[in-house]
């Protein structure tokens, strides 16, 4: 390591470590972004001849990063990830930066960032989980996405863990000479109409997808069986069927396990022991948990685009509790919310919802012209007290806060400062 390498590490891990202790933050970006001022080759030096996985994808990359970490650490070394969801360079720097050069990493890494990414830290195993549209004014087209994928994967030699139900997924890892097909699940299909390979239609069925130019379904290397009770179960080529029991909600969750035991498989892990460990995560950075909020227990979803919320709008719809929906439109979640058009929240009707957050306004019309009876109310916190009032006739328990980023996160912060 250079000294100018040294000073970089320092100087990250410094401005990380002082951060943290004036309750500024973990400082994640700011510590990650001046060692690349020192020393712009620094993620390369940091990540040379590191065991490694990253994660990639425009839904469930944050939580595949928690479960995949969770199989690594259950084989007792220390994992170094970017577990606060700071999924670009700054933030891999800062994750690298802060613990031991012989360190295990996984990271979760942006999709625009991905050729980049595994450029500098040519990582063993790579996951990839799906690709949807996501803050409409300012991030790439999926299409294009998928095509840089495609020319990034052609000139490395890491295995790649990919869905095989999204076809702009498959597009991508295709490339690859080493990829280990799974399940992945996709059920919103509505940015993979268009075939990545000749421009004409997919179409789907129940369990698979082709196209007359014959792109289609790869056979997964790991199958997913599901229940009709919702049990799940990974079957390997090799014949192995192994339960997946987590206490994380969600069948999209259940396929995002899995493919985060085939990387662990990659990195040495047996995805037995990976279920194990996966399988004690109670909550990813706040997600899927429930708390008290102002009195009323509430179970915290995030969703921050369609694809997030056709899962969790599935995820709800059996209960009848008040459902609490929550969007803003700021810089982090995408300024332009017409995508609330493109939401099934006409599935919502029949059960009290209350809408809240910035956008409120524009949620209130989108749910108007989809049928749903509903309540507005500025406040995250009363949103949810007076949905509880709307439940509490039918002796509801606990409701659900399903919001977009940074009404999401408005809502941990305000219940933590209460
Ligand atoms: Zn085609």
């Known amino acids: ?226 229940e009709p009770d919702g049990r799940t179960t990974a079957v390997f080529a090799d014949g192995r069927r192994l339960p997946v029991v987590l206490l994380i909600p969600g069948l999209f969750n259940h396929r995002n396990a899995v493919l985060a035991a085939a990387a662990a498989e990659v990195l040495g892990v047996p995805a037995d022991h990976a279920f194990e460990a996966m399988g004690q995560i109670e909550g990813v950075a706040g997600r899927f948990s429930v708390q008290d909020v102002g009195g009323v227990s509430t179970r915290l979803l995030l969703a921050k685009n369609p694809a997030g919320w056709e899962e969790l709008l599935f995820l709800v719809a059996p209960g009848t509790s008040p459902v609490v929906v929550a969007i803003n439109a700021r810089i982090a979640d995408g300024r332009d919310p017409s995508w609330l058009w493109d939401v099934p929240f006409e599935r919502l009707s029949g059960r009290p919802v209350v809408a809240t957050g910035e956008r409120s306004a524009d949620l209130s019309v989108r749910l108007h012209y989809a049928g749903v009876e509903h309540e507005r109310v500025a406040d995250p916190v009363e949103a949810v007290a007076v949905a509880a009032r709307l439940g509490g006739d039918r002796g509801v328990e606990t409701i659900e806060f399903i919001g977009n980023y940074t009404a999401f996160h408005d809502l941990l912060r305000a219940n933590r400062a209460s």
């Open 1 to 226: 390591m250079t000294t100018r390498t040294r000073v970089a590490v320092f100087a990250t891990a410094s401005l990380n470590g002082l951060s943290r202790r004036l309750h500024m933050g973990s400082g994640t970006v700011a510590g990650g972004r001046i060692g690349l001022a020192i020393a712009p080759n620094l993620l390369e030096t940091l990540g040379a001849g590191r065991r490694s996985a990253v994660v990639s994808g425009t839904n469930g990359k944050t939580t595949t990063t928690r479960l995949l970490a969770a199989a690594l650490e259950s084989t007792g070394v220390p994992v170094l990830t970017n577990a606060t969801g700071s999924n670009m360079p700054a933030g891999h720097v800062a994750a690298l930066a802060g613990g031991p050069a012989d360190a295990p990493a996984v990271l979760e890494v942006d999709e625009a960032y991905l050729p980049a990414i595994i450029g500098a830290l040519h990582p063993n195993a790579l996951v990839l989980l799906n690709l949807s549209r996501d803050q409409l004014d300012r991030s790439n087209e999926v299409r294009m996405v998928a095509t840089r994928w495609r020319e990034a994967l052609a000139e490395t030699i890491c295995t790649v863990v990919a869905n095989a139900d999204d076809p702009l997924v498959v597009f991508g890892a295709q490339a690859a000479t080493s990829v280990v097909w799974v399940a992945g699940g996709m059920r919103w299909r509505s940015d993979a109409a268009g075939c990545p390979a000749c421009g004409g239609r997919i179409r789907f069925d129940e369990v698979s997808w082709s196209c007359e130019c014959g792109f289609a379904r790869p056979t997964p290397d790991v199958d997913v069986e599901v």
